[in-house]
């Protein structure tokens, strides 16, 4: 399989817990983005990589979030100290952008996370 | 002001209806237009790219319409495989990627 891969697939943890996502981009792609996603409301942006770099960091995000993707390929996202306003579908996507050539996004299946 | 805006719906429709959605987008130096698909509780799927000349596929017909900022999406001949939620996504500054909420449609017999 060579689409975008996201783990775990689903996660419940107690509030105030750690917690880490994992997605693996389609190979080729430089671009590496991860959104949330609530019921009834669209992908919300999160951040986005280009190769190893942050590009961005929506302003909504809280300091108990961080990404990575130390080597351009893989990416983690971390929360820390979960809150139960962090129950969400947490979705990653990549995409392949060169010059005036940009590729569409392709999702991974997510990471739902449930905060009990 | 959000970047993009669709009607959430939902829009109901009987089967073989045509159905038309429109979304608004802000940002004029936006390059790129794409309608997702989602179903519930699965990630977004890529329906179709929108092109300045609009393009079709099948039933599925996309239209851009870059002095007025929007982008539309018509179904023709509804199928009750369309239920599902229909994204407008365009992107802004660095390509970023920006999504609308959805609009959900449900095919009804």
């Known amino acids: 399989d060579t689409g975008v891969s996201q783990n775990p697939r689903h996660k419940i943890t107690k509030r105030g817990q750690n917690v880490t996502f994992r997605c693996d981009p389609i190979?080729?792609?430089?671009?590496l983005y991860w959104y949330r996603q609530t019921l009834g409301q669209g992908p919300e942006f999160l951040t986005y990589?280009?190769?190893?770099?942050?590009?961005?960091k929506s302003r909504l995000l809280s300091d108990r979030f961080s990404a990575e993707r130390p080597k351009g390929s893989f990416s983690t996202l971390e929360i820390q100290r979960t809150e139960q306003g962090d129950s969400a579908m947490y979705l990653c996507?990549?995409?392949?952008?060169?010059?005036?050539?940009?590729?569409?996004?392709?999702f991974g299946q997510g990471t739902r996370l449930t905060v009990v | 002001r959000k970047e993009v805006e669709q009607d959430p719906g939902p829009f109901n429709v009987p089967e073989g209806a045509t159905v038309a959605f429109n979304c608004t987008y802000s940002?004029?130096?936006?390059?790129?237009f794409f309608w997702y698909r989602q179903d519930c509780r699965k990630e977004p799927k890529l329906l179709m790219s929108v092109y300045s000349s609009g393009n079709e596929d099948g039933r599925f017909t996309a239209q851009l319409n870059r002095a007025s900022q929007y982008i539309s999406l018509l179904i023709r001949d509804s199928k009750l495989s369309d239920s599902a939620t229909y994204l407008c996504?365009?992107?802004?500054?660095?390509?970023?990627?920006?999504f609308g909420s959805g609009t959900k449609l449900n095919v009804k017999p």
């Open positions: 996507a990549s995409s392949l952008a060169l010059d005036r050539v940009h590729t569409e996004a392709f």
């Open positions: 996504v365009v992107t802004g500054n660095f390509n970023k990627f920006y």
């Open positions: 940002n004029s130096a936006s390059q790129s």
């Open positions: 190979s080729e792609h430089n671009r």
């Open positions: 990589f280009q190769n190893e770099a942050q590009l961005e």
